[in-house]
């Protein structure tokens, strides 16, 4: 081609050249569906603001776009808000937008896509979500927005009052399910937020999803990457992880919700990574793992929650490492029936203990900070066992002791330092081994005061400051020999 004449070869490469077409609604076409209908991949929609009666299906390739800038109204943009996608209240055959590979949804406000009951979502408000039906989670239904086994881009839209979830994203076997979602409102529908479900490996990114019926943002066997969302005043968790889902959750807000900020369940091969997330003000644990799930659980911050800061129960085995936990109604962190492994967390001004240990619970407890709790530094009320390793535990007032080993629980304390008032150090009501500890009382309670039927192994300890270092009262058997 070198050698052709320069206005043939400038008219070649025109020819092979196309130019992306910009269609407008209402100017070109009266209906938004009738503009995709005539658009190519690469061509542009844009709508103007007013209310649109239909449901759509994107082709591939296109940008269906409301009009105007980023300004910033009541929620979400302006554009948004007064750019309207009203399904029609009914539940029909069809998603409100069905997404196709490579499209863009952008500025919206997607409403009416089934019915949504207000009366029936004040009922589970009321309930906290108790009796609701758990056939619906992980269901795609009809949602406001479809995204099915695709790479696409959804953004700044408002997804509200719909009868099935806002946006849902689901993979399909063989492909890739990684579209962008992002900038989102989602709030008020009958089913989560955002659901991300079975081999979704979405990008979730700074979306707000608040008083949806069901999580803010779900996850049912799928490994999104989920982060910088806001999720709050949801009837269940703020971001809920189950059935084999291993995403990664990362400076997410959750707070104000009916049940955990974080909530994550379901068998062992539920595997999230939770880091550097606030999870403050719910209703239950700040962030909660039962079921036999296996997250790791670190960096976060969970505060003033109506119960434990982290909830681990039934048989769930965590990892929970480097978080503050403070403030909670409950324990900082909370372990019933399970087998975390708990390493270099802060917890301090809990209602009840810093770390609560009790039923068939086998926990390994190493290097944490709890300081000022208001009963006990760690609690162990009925039966459970814990390795206790190299932990600071301390208080400066109050009457309960420091370590409450209790209900034949059997704790092994090693290099630990504990220090403060009250009626003992270490009160024993179950076996326990202790050596190498720091003990320094305040006020003259007993260094370690064993109960009736106890049984205690103390070696190479030094207690000071204490009454008595060592109170048997009826214990079956004790061994000391401290420094």
């Known amino acids: 081609m070198k050698n052709l004449p320069p206005f043939i070869l400038f008219a070649l490469l025109s020819a092979s050249i196309s130019f992306a077409d910009v269609i407008r609604v209402p100017t070109d076409y009266e209906t938004i569906q009738s503009a995709i209908d005539a658009v190519d991949a690469g061509d542009t929609i844009e709508v103007s603001a007013g209310t649109y009666l239909e449901r759509l299906v994107l082709k591939p390739g296109i940008t269906v776009r409301s009009v105007g800038g980023n300004e910033r109204g009541k929620l979400g943009l302006i554009r948004a808000e007064t750019t309207i996608l009203d399904g029609g209240g009914e539940n029909g055959d069809a998603p409100g937008v069905t997404m196709a590979e490579g499209a863009t949804l952008d500025g919206f406000t997607i409403t009416r896509v089934g019915l949504y009951d207000e009366e029936q979502w004040k009922r589970h408000w009321d309930e906290q979500g108790e009796n609701q039906s758990h056939e619906h989670i992980g269901t795609f239904g009809k949602p406001a927005i479809a995204i099915t086994g695709l790479n696409c881009t959804v953004t700044n839209n408002i997804v509200r009052h719909n009868g099935d979830t806002g946006i849902a994203i689901v993979g399909v076997e063989g492909t890739s399910t990684a579209p962008r979602v992002a900038g989102n409102v989602c709030y008020r529908n009958m089913g989560g937020g955002i659901g991300s479900m079975k081999g979704s490996t979405a990008f979730i990114d700074s979306n ?31 971001i809920g992880v189950s059935e084999g889902s291993s995403p990664v959750l990362r400076n997410n807000r959750c707070y104000g919700n009916r049940r955990a900020g974080i909530g994550i369940r379901t068998g062992a091969k539920t595997r999230p990574i939770v880091e550097d997330n606030d999870c403050y003000e719910n209703a239950m644990a700040g962030i909660g793992v039962e079921d036999e799930a296996a997250p790791i659980v670190r960096s976060n911050r969970c505060y003033r929650n109506e119960a434990a800061g982290i909830g681990c129960r039934s048989d769930s085995a965590a990892l929970i490492v480097d978080n503050d936990c403070f403030e909670n109604k409950a324990a900082g962190i909370g372990v019933n029936s399970a087998q ?76 630990n330092k504990i220090k403060g008032g009250g009626v003992a150090g270490v009160l024993l009501d179950g076996k326990l081994t202790a050596t190498d500890n720091v003990l320094e009382g305040k006020n003259g309670g007993h260094g370690i005061l064993a109960k009736e039927n106890s049984e205690a192994t103390i070696l190479g300890n030094r207690i000071e400051g204490y009454r008595k270092p060592v109170s048997d009262h009826g214990a079956k058997s004790i061994v000391t020999k401290d420094r």
């Open 208 to 238: 707000t999803c608040f008083e949806n019926l069901y999580a803010g943002i779900g996850h049912n066997g799928a490994s999104p990457l989920v982060t910088n969302n806001r999720c709050y005043r949801n009837v269940r968790a703020g």
């Open 340 to 415: 975390p492994l708990l390493l270099q967390n802060r917890l301090e001004k809990n209602e009840t203990a810093g770390i609560g240990i009790r039923g068939d619970s086998n926990a390994r407890v190493l290097e944490n900070t709890c300081l000022d709790n208001r009963l006990v530094a760690v609690g162990m009320p009925d039966g459970a066992e814990a390795i206790l390793l190299n932990n600071t535990f301390e208080r400066t007032g109050g009457m309960p002791p420091i370590v409450a080993i209790l209900g034949g629980s059997k704790a092994s304390l090693i290099g």
